[in-house]
């Protein structure tokens, strides 16, 4: 069973339109959560951290469900720049190592 | 804004050879790790490196790897001898280990090419 699990997409979606990414984790011991964005060939750079509460960063929310294992991410009037692979992770906590998802590729197009 | 920086940005080798990969992670960061990604694969962790001990490591990590922080700066990973399928990209992370306690900033990453 994969620990965490995205669709790959791709996703094409125009310029100012609303996407939204999902994402299902295995491990009932996760404790931290986030989305990171990966440019090709590029490191992984950290999106957000994503809360119990849910949270927002600008044209970004992001949603954790603990009891479906579930964390979404919204990006809301898409721009070019957002055209990248998003990439959900969970980790145990604390110093611990991150488990990385596949990542969702999104193209934004003109 | 202080970032983690890794060299060389790409390493040849031959099967059999010693590598080492070097990074220097954020000044105040308590934790250090390194990743993988093989390409069109997702992100591994490998290890990860805590007052001067290694705190976790993954299966991928085996004996022919080790990690060392030989200097207050550095954080080094070495492949005793690199096989084909070491071939990938590795990133090192570090962490403050603070109130965003596992919030972990990549670099650049090394590019290891075993021929």
């Known amino acids: 069973r994969k620990e965490v699990e995205q669709d790959p997409g791709p996703f094409n979606v125009p310029e100012g339109a609303t996407v939204a990414f999902n994402c299902t984790y295995s491990?009932?011991?996760?404790?931290?959560f986030f989305w990171y964005r990966q440019d090709c060939r590029k490191e992984p750079k950290l999106l957000m951290s994503v809360y119990s509460s849910g949270n927002e960063d600008g044209r970004f929310t992001a949603q954790l469900n603990r009891a479906s294992q579930y964390i979404s991410l919204l990006i809301r009037d898409s721009k070019l720049s957002d055209s990248a692979t998003y990439l959900c992770v969970v980790s145990r906590g604390g110093a611990d190592g991150l488990t990385f998802g596949k990542g969702t590729h999104l193209i934004i197009q003109p | 804004e202080p970032e983690v920086t890794q060299t060389p940005s790409h390493q040849v080798t031959q099967m059999g050879q010693e590598v080492i990969l070097r990074c220097v992670p954020i000044?105040?960061?308590?934790?250090f790790y390194w990743y993988r990604q093989i390409l069109g694969q997702k992100v591994e962790f490998l290890v990860s490196f805590y007052n001067n001990e290694i705190s976790e490591k993954s299966e991928i990590f085996d004996d022919q790897f080790s990690v060392e922080r030989p200097d207050g700066s550095n954080f080094t990973l070495k492949i005793r001898s690199t096989k084909l399928e070491d071939s990938a990209m590795y990133f090192c992370a570090s962490g403050s280990g603070g109130m965003n306690y596992n919030e972990q900033f990549f670099g650049p990453g090394t590019r290891l090419t075993v021929l």
């Open positions: 000044s105040n960061h308590l934790y």
């Open positions: 491990n009932s011991a996760s404790q931290s």
